[in-house]
């Protein structure tokens, strides 16, 4: 892209010309007085450059490659899990920013307060009793789908050369949802959730060398305290949607550039 300005050119003449209707001229005149000012333009043709650059290196597909497409309808089905696992993530998303309104990991220093306020969600709040199922159901739709997501992907060979990366990139995201599934099921502190999180304490003591540090780093000591359910909320809450959201932007953005990778 230039730095040099270009030559003005007389764009009220030109649609002058065309018939366009008000939402197009609209649309054009907006565009205008952008382009004017912070050179969308320019910045569109560079980024529809690279698109194609880009995509003239990617090899085809087999199914372009041996017109096999009316051949393989039946895998188009495992072809949506991508998208329904991030569609289910963002309803978790939603219903989860929802419930913070109402949830509280405590207020005194007791970690029972969040049982308490699970409990006011459940019985008392008008829609709680479906606000939180929603939440809880369509995190365990997530995780469901990433893995048979991740099946897909395996089977029909999608995670070869040159697709390696965003393979990788999904490994992390199983991990991560399998973290988010784990840290959301310890913020009711109930007895499911009590011995779990003593089950994650016991775990992160057993590692050789590190376990009584990784055990106080995550879990606040040995034992389950005001500080586990702290730092549970916290990776929940704070940590958590923006590293996934980050990471699931990055790997769609990978698979619009590459394009999809039909059945090997």
Sequence with gaps: MSLERKDEYDHKDWMKKKDLTPVESTFLMTLIWLDKRL?????????????????????????????????????????????????????AAISGALLGFYYSPATTGDP???YSSIEFIMTELQFGFMLRSIHRWSAQVMVAAVFLHMLRVYFTGAYKEP????????????????????TGYL?????????????????????????????QLLFGGFSLSQSTLQRM????????????????AIHIGIVWVQGIAEPH
Aim: net charge negative; glycine share 4%; aromatic share 18%.
């Design 163 to 182: 697709r390696e990366l965003n393979w990788l990139i999904g490994i992390i995201l199983i991990s991560l949802t399998m973290v988010f599934g784990y």
């Design 39 to 91: 050179r969308i333009v320019d910045y569109l043709e560079m980024m529809e450059t690279l698109y194609y650059r880009v995509n003239l290196q990617m090899p085809k597909s087999h199914t372009e490659q041996y017109d096999l497409d009316n051949k393989f309808w039946y895998w188009y089905p495992l072809y949506t899990l991508g998208l329904f696992s991030t569609l289910a993530y963002v309803v």
């Design 233 to 248: 909320y916290i990776i929940h809450v704070f940590l958590l949607p923006f590293v996934v959201t980050t990471l699931i």
């Design 112 to 114: 029972t307060t969040a």
């Design 187 to 215: 913020l009711p502190w109930d007895q499911l959730a009590y011995w779990a999180g003593q089950i994650g304490v016991e775990m992160a003591l057993s590692i050789p060398l590190v376990g009584e540090w990784a055990a």
